[in-house]
């Protein structure tokens, strides 16, 4: 299987190969504002299943201040882009890139609940955790 993801202005593009990850969503701050939604949607591929086809040019970073949080977008649209976690040989694919049907429905869980904006409502039967996976289980209500 390989699925093909893009930007919003198309300039940067690649395929995720193999089968990709579940897809989760996280309520933190930080994804918060990165989407301007409650939450970033994201599944996991290998390192080697990441490929750019085009647009790496244009791929820009920015790390919160103080922190090692860092946030991977397009230079030219701010589309959110994959995010490597080189020691664990994963990479985080925001799951709106995708040009095409990965087959999954419904989100495998949630993290960072315990910081969701007060306005969020989880309504699905993902597994929720307070703060990252391993964390404290919430109750879905």
């Given at each position: 299987?390989?699925l093909r993801a ?6 940067v593009?690649f395929?995720?190969?193999g089968?990709?990850?579940p897809?989760?969503?996280c309520?933190?701050?930080k ?7 409650d ?7 290998t390192?080697e ?9 244009l791929?820009k970073?920015?790390?919160v201040?103080?922190?090692?949080w860092?946030?991977?977008f397009c230079?030219t ?9 080189e020691p ?6 925001p ?5 095409d049907d990965?087959?999954?429905?419904g ?6 609940v ?21 964390s ?6």
């Open positions: 299987m390989t893009s930007c919003l202005c198309g300039g593009k395929e995720v190969s089968k990709p990850g897809i989760g969503q309520h933190c701050s994804c918060r504002k990165v989407s301007g939604t939450g970033n949607a994201v599944f996991h591929t390192l299943n990441l490929s750019w086809t085009s647009g790496e040019d791929i970073s920015y790390t201040p103080g922190s090692d860092m946030s991977i230079g649209c701010g589309s959110p882009l994959p995010h490597k976690d664990n040989n994963i990479c985080y694919v799951a709106g890139l995708l040009d990965p087959g999954h429905r989100y495998i869980g949630h993290i960072h315990g910081s969701k904006a007060p306005w969020v409502k989880i309504t699905d039967d993902g597994v929720q955790f307070s703060g990252e996976v391993g404290d289980k919430i109750e879905a209500k």
